[in-house]
């Protein structure tokens, strides 16, 4: 049997320690199916509902093992599908690489069915980026693409003609006439140094040891060096605001952990912000720069793996290039170990605080569910080496402030893309990366209805993920996001009757259960976790439950007040759960 172009792929792809390929077939890639069907016993292909999702997975892969994560897609309508995914990856820094299918290379440029050139419209989202037109060009060109997304910490795209990925392995059409040959590369990646300068370790160590009242804001890019932010923020005696994306860098019930800032953040975090006179920012590129120091209230330091980002939120005096692990623990002999604990213990103490009132708002006395009892059923009955992920809006708030990291425990969601939909494919591809660890998806009304039918892939490939829908109905994120631009609602709420998705669960032999009473909650959580295979949790939640800030600003109170002045349709029940809300706290 002749050895085609798509063994040669698939092959490499193997070299580089790939086992698993998310994806959907179509006749633009059948010669690649043909390769991973020669190598079934090598690489799986996991076949998705929605090229979409198989992007989400690509990507939720690299974020949970670090190893590249890959995709495949059809020409045309297939590998458009991919994009919003493959975003997640390029924003992110999530090495993964697409593969995707083109017309055959005589038809090019006529018009012909689907003919998309999907090379060009990758160009915005991709490190490497290559039609690949001749045989001979593989297997070097792979090598050169995961190179590329290793390094640059991004997107690599191959688009293959349906005549190439069939041709001959060997073969090369054309007469050679330059001065080279196809580069025999090698399926091995060097990454940089992890270690910063000397020089700028010294200066950062100075900077540091001057704090009086120091701040660390941690991110994923932190996510493991957990043992070494926990050592430097002893030394320094300094609070660690973490960052959405990096919630689980160090235990939420340290006593160093003050939460996140932002409006996903907490009362200590915010305060910390304005208070500190040093920021060490470790392993983030924190976009939301009304929620850092004011230039000039702080020094600030950073540890920060790229240097193009190095620097580029606010004025900063000691930037360090190098990987977080690796730099804390080459820094941490140099620093002066601070013998006044008392910036440490005033935010240690409102967070004691800021912890009693989110627990008084975690409550089954509520009705309709307050979601933050939803999201505290879950946190209660998991496993301390869970993994929960979770898609955009509301519900990110909730898991924010309500999902505790503790063990092992992770969290990931679409973090500077903050798109919908990716908490189920998320779920997926984590669980099928760790078959012995819980995997729950915490995910939105809106969110889920988006790739509901990846449900049905879960139980397909008997993967127990668990998935539990905050369920309010609604466009929750931007209905408060209207508000708080000083205008009503609009066009946010979906119309009834409201879905029940356990009745899909069910459909696709899964655990499903709708729950509207809170008394029901507890338990319906804890059988979906307890059960063999893929379960769901349907929740009604309250739909007016503002996901309030940890600390509300003056401009914020008034554009809301404004909001509903104007006319806001369900203003008296938004009302009604606020009081209560606070009347919850108090009674604490």
């Given at each position: 049997m002749t050895r085609i172009?798509?063994?040669?792929?698939?092959?490499?792809?193997?070299?580089?320690?790939?086992?698993?390929?998310?994806?959907?077939?179509?006749?633009?890639?059948?010669?690649?199916?043909?390769?991973?069907?020669?190598?079934?016993?090598?690489?799986?292909?996991?076949?998705?509902?929605?090229?979409?999702?198989?992007?989400?997975?690509?990507?939720?892969?690299?974020?949970?093992?670090?190893?590249?994560?890959?995709?495949?897609?059809?020409?045309?309508?297939?590998?458009?599908?991919?994009?919003?995914?493959?975003?997640?990856?390029?924003l992110d820094h999530q090495p993964v690489l697409a593969i995707t299918g083109m017309q055959e290379t005589s038809v090019l440029g006529t018009g012909y069915q689907?003919?998309?050139?999907?090379?060009?419209?990758?160009?915005?989202?991709?490190?490497?980026?290559?039609?690949?037109d001749n045989p001979a060009q593989l297997p070097?060109?792979?090598?050169?693409?995961?190179?590329?997304?290793?390094?640059?910490?991004?997107?690599?795209?191959?688009?293959?003609?349906?005549?190439?990925?069939?041709?001959?392995?060997?073969?090369?059409?054309?007469?050679?006439?330059?001065?080279?040959?196809p580069p025999a590369t090698a399926p091995i990646y060097l990454s940089a140094p992890g270690v910063p300068r000397q020089e700028d370790l010294e200066a950062a160590a100075s900077v540091l040891n001057a704090a009086a009242r120091p701040a660390i804001l941690a991110g994923a890019g932190a996510l493991h060096a957990r043992r070494e932010v926990l050592a430097v923020a002893d030394v320094l005696g300094a609070p660690v605001i973490k960052t959405l994306p990096g919630k689980a860098v160090i235990p939420d019930d340290s006593p160093f952990a003050v939460g996140g800032i932002g409006l996903l953040g907490t009362r200590p975090g915010e305060e910390l912000v304005e208070d500190c006179d040093t920021l060490f920012m470790i392993g983030t590129n924190f976009p939301y720069t009304?929620?850092?120091?004011?230039?000039?209230?702080?020094?600030?330091?950073?540890?920060?793996?790229?240097?193009?980002?190095?620097?580029?939120?606010?004025?900063?005096?000691?930037?360090?290039?190098?990987?977080?692990?690796?730099?804390?623990?080459?820094?941490l002999?140099?620093?002066?170990?601070?013998?006044?604990?008392?910036?440490?213990?005033?935010?240690?103490?409102?967070?004691?605080?800021?912890?009693?009132?989110?627990?008084?708002?975690?409550?089954?006395?509520?009705?309709?569910?307050?979601?933050?009892?939803?999201?505290?059923?879950?946190?209660?009955?998991?496993?301390d080496e869970a993994i929960l992920t979770c898609d955009s809006g509301t519900?990110?708030?909730?898991?924010?402030?309500?999902?505790?990291?503790?063990?092992?425990?992770?969290?990931?969601?679409?973090?500077?893309?903050?798109?919908?939909a990716p908490g189920l494919p998320y779920a997926i591809a984590m669980q099928h990366a760790f078959p012995g660890r819980q995997v729950i998806a915490f995910v939105g009304d809106g969110g889920f209805a988006m790739l509901m039918a990846e449900f049905l892939t879960a139980a397909q490939h008997r993967l127990p993920i668990k998935v539990i829908v905050n369920n309010n109905n609604a466009l929750g994120q931007i209905l408060w996001e209207q508000m708080v631009l000083g205008y009503p609602e609009h066009?946010?709420?979906?119309?009834?009757?409201?879905?029940?998705?356990?009745?899909?669960?069910?459909?696709?032999?899964?655990?499903?259960?709708?729950?509207?009473?809170?008394?029901?909650?507890?338990?319906?959580?804890?059988?979906?976790?307890?059960?063999?295979?893929?379960?769901?949790?349907?929740?009604?939640?309250?739909?007016?439950?503002?996901?309030?800030?940890?600390?509300?600003?003056?401009?914020q109170a008034k554009k809301f007040a404004e909001a509903f002045m104007k006319g806001q349709p369900h203003k008296a029940s938004i009302a009604t759960t606020l009081f209560k809300d606070?009347?919850?706290?108090?009674?604490?």
């Open positions: 172009v798509a063994e040669s792929l698939i092959e490499r792809l193997v070299a580089w320690g790939v086992d698993t390929v998310f994806g959907l077939p179509g006749d633009g890639i059948n010669g690649i199916m043909e390769g991973l069907r020669r190598h079934r016993d090598r690489v799986r292909f996991l076949l998705v509902h929605h090229e979409e999702a198989a992007a989400f997975m690509a990507t939720a892969h690299a974020k949970a093992t670090g190893q590249i994560g890959v995709c495949l897609a059809t020409s045309g309508p297939g590998g458009i599908h991919l994009l919003n995914g493959l975003y997640d990856a390029k689907q003919e998309v050139h999907l090379d060009r419209l990758y160009e915005d989202v991709t490190e490497y980026n290559l039609l690949i070097g060109v792979v090598d050169l693409a995961i190179r590329a997304a290793y390094a640059r910490r991004g997107v690599a795209h191959l688009t293959i003609p349906n005549d190439v990925q069939v041709a001959d392995a060997h073969e090369d059409p054309y007469p050679g006439v330059a001065p080279a040959r009304k929620h850092l120091p004011e230039p000039g209230q702080a020094r600030v330091v950073q540890l920060e793996a790229d240097p193009i980002r190095a620097g580029v939120r606010m004025p900063t005096e000691v930037p360090m290039i190098g990987d977080a692990k690796q730099g804390l623990a080459a820094l002999p140099l620093l002066e170990r601070n013998g006044d604990r008392g910036h440490l213990a005033k935010y240690a103490k409102a967070m004691d605080r800021w912890r009693a009132d989110m627990a008084a708002l975690r409550t089954p006395d509520r009705d309709p569910i307050a979601p933050q009892y939803l999201m505290a059923c879950v946190d209660e009955a998991a496993t519900i990110a708030t909730w898991a924010a402030r309500h999902w505790t990291i503790r063990g092992e425990r992770g969290f990931y969601l679409s973090g500077n893309l903050a798109t919908m066009g946010v709420r979906f119309a009834e009757p409201a879905a029940d998705f356990s009745a899909w669960a069910r459909s696709c032999g899964g655990y499903g259960r709708k729950v509207s009473d809170p008394r029901d909650l507890a338990e319906a959580v804890g059988e979906a976790l307890a059960h063999d295979g893929p379960a769901l949790v349907d929740a009604d939640v309250n739909p007016d439950e503002p996901p309030m800030p940890g600390k509300v600003t003056y401009e606070k009347i919850s706290q108090m009674g604490r």
